[in-house]
Nanobody, 126 residues
Framework: QVQLVESGGGLVQAGGSLRLSCAAS????????MGWFRQAPGKEREFVGA????????YYADSVKGRFTISRDNAKNTVYLQMNTLKPEDTAVYYC???????????????????WGQGTQVTVSS
């Protein structure tokens, strides 16, 4: 069982930055692939970024590539999402997900993830 807790959301002006954190329970965090997804009102949950269990590979949605960076600190059981040059269309609830690491995992597919956090709200004002 893995429990995930997101933090770091808030209200920011367009062009600003936020760093989201996702803290995981358990001693096997380093064996999990981790992903960030977001869901805006009235829309489906969409992929934002993901990182393999060993940190060797990262993946991003085209809409955030070059602005967002995902990273992890396995010693702290935490994955981060650094968000720069935020836009109003980035407004959403952001969720982190975890799945046991496997190169066959399609980390862009939300159905691959076994565990989810409760989400943190990010609001970008224009």
């Amino acid at each position: 069982q893995v429990q995930l807790v997101e933090s770091g959301g808030g209200l920011v002006q367009a062009g600003g930055s936020l760093r989201l954190s996702c803290a995981a329970s358990g001693r096997t965090f380093s064996s999990y692939d981790m992903g960030w997804f977001r869901q805006a009102p009235g829309k489906e949950r969409e992929f934002v970024g993901a990182i393999r269990w060993n940190g060797d590979r990262t993946y991003y949605a085209d809409s955030v590539k070059g602005r967002f960076t995902i990273s992890r600190d396995n010693a702290k059981n935490t994955v981060y999402l650094q968000m720069n040059t935020l836009k109003p269309e980035d407004t959403a609830v952001y969720y982190c997900g975890a799945v046991v690491g496997d190169w066959r995992n399609d980390l862009r597919d939300s159905t691959q993830y076994r565990y989810w956090g409760q989400g943190t709200q990010v609001t970008v004002s224009s």
